[in-house]
């Protein structure tokens, strides 16, 4: 929500023509398809590229063109923090949450978060908390490729009897999954359960799927206690969700069926999408 009204009375500087506050500093940590994606549109939305900066391994900076990200290119999270970032928006994976996202929480830079899947680990979780309290900094967890999450969590209020997740993709996309160590995903013709146990469980065996479930399971009754099915369907195209919760709230049933980004197919283009709306409300809100 954009409130117009309250850039003539603030402190801070705004921008004319955004009306986005412009003394937050952007970095964001990963370029893949969600991080290009989400820098694309926060440009085109009229973010200052001045206000924006990017975590890239290293190895990876042969592979971009610099001149067309036309931002600040940092390969190390001490130089990152040199140019004095305010917010972090991870589009990186779990591994960068250890690596890049804590340190930048210890020295107070508030962090928009994708990977999700990440905080089934209970050490790292504690290891966020612990960063968190240091650096006086806050989370934000987005929906990412699922919706719903605000009402899962307004219903657990009331107590919730069952969540229950059900994801569906082509077999192809199962491919180089632990799936086919029991499945030849080239040959299955009909919708066959690849994975049936608890949320926890999956994100263990399945890290790429698992920041959906990690979504649902933190919004709603926890990571036992959610049951999670995953099937290979050669009747749809799209990466199919859908969650079924009962509780003293009454029933709820969420179906969506997202598009891929198209440079990466395993990754909804709505996760990318929930990370840009995050980082615009952030700056709306924050004159
Ligand atoms: N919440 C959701 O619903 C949801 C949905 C899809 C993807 N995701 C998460 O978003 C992440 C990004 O998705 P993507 O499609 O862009 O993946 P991608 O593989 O295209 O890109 C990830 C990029 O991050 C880089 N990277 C890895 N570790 C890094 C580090 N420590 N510092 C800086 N960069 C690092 C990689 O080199 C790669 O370029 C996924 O790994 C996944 O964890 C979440």
């Keep these: 929500m954009t409130m117009p009204e309250l850039s003539g009375h ?24 969600m991080g290009k994606r989400v820098l694309a549109t926060l440009r085109e939305r009229g973010v200052r590229a001045r206000q924006l900066a990017c975590l890239v391994p290293a190895h990876e900076a042969g592979s971009l063109n610099m001149q067309s990200i036309g931002i600040e290119v940092f390969h190390d999270v001490a130089s990152l923090v040199s140019w ?40 790292l979780l504690e290891k966020i908390n612990r960063a968190m309290t240091l650096g006086g900094s806050t ?72 920041n959906v479930t990690a979504a649902i399971a933190l919004a709603g009754i926890g990571f036992e206690r959610t049951t999670v099915t995953m ?32 440079d990466n197919p395993r990754t909804s283009w709505l996760a990318a999408m929930s990370i840009e709306d995050a980082v615009i409300r952030r700056l709306e809100h924050s004159i």
């Excluded at 603030?10 to 398809?33: H, K, Q, W, Y």
């Design 139 to 210: 989370l934000t967890l987005v929906s990412g490729a699922i919706g719903g999450i605000d009402a899962l969590h307004a219903a657990r209020m009331g107590g919730l009897d069952s969540v229950r997740y059900t994801g569906r993709k082509p077999p192809r996309a199962w491919q180089g999954s632990p799936a086919e160590a029991q499945f030849d995903m080239l040959t299955i013709d009909k919708p066959t359960v690849i994975f049936e146990g608890t949320a926890g469980e999956s994100a263990r065996l399945f890290p790429k799927n698992a």
């Design 84 to 123: 004095n970032p305010t917010l972090c928006v991870e589009c990186a994976g779990h591994a960068a949450v250890d690596e890049a996202v804590i340190p930048l929480l210890e020295r107070g830079v508030d962090t928009i978060l994708v990977s999700l899947g990440a905080l089934a680990s209970a050490p």
């Design 10 to 33: 603030s402190a801070v500087p705004v921008d004319r023509d955004t009306n986005f506050a412009l003394d937050e500093r952007i970095a964001i940590v990963g370029m893949g398809a």
């Design 231 to 262: 099937m290979a369907d050669p009747g749809v195209d799209k990466n199919v969700h859908e969650i079924d919760a009962v509780g003293a709230f009454g029933r709820l049933s969420i179906r969506l069926e997202n598009n891929p980004l198209p």
